[in-house]
């Protein structure tokens, strides 16, 4: 059990917002390049997503 959160854990808190702030980024810089408003909001939507996220799937994950 412990093993198993732990690496839950350790997933939604390094891997998931990295990856997802990679790919925010990539739509921020394209959506700026295209003059595309609505990739661009995504992307910065995306941001803040990967960014607070964690906090919410952690509370649920640990049980706190």
């Known amino acids: 059990m412990v093993m198993e959160t732990l690496t839950g854990s350790i997933f939604y808190?390094?891997?998931?917002?990295?990856?997802?702030?990679?790919?925010?980024?990539?739509l921020i810089c394209d959506g700026i390049m295209d003059e595309n408003k609505k990739k661009t909001l995504a992307?910065?939507?995306l941001f803040f997503g990967a960014g607070l996220?964690?906090?919410?799937?952690?509370r649920t994950i640990l049980g706190v």
């Open 13 to 26: 808190s390094h891997v998931m917002p990295a990856i997802l702030g990679f790919l925010s980024i990539i």
């Open 43 to 45: 992307g910065i939507i």
């Open 53 to 58: 996220l964690p906090f919410v799937i952690l």
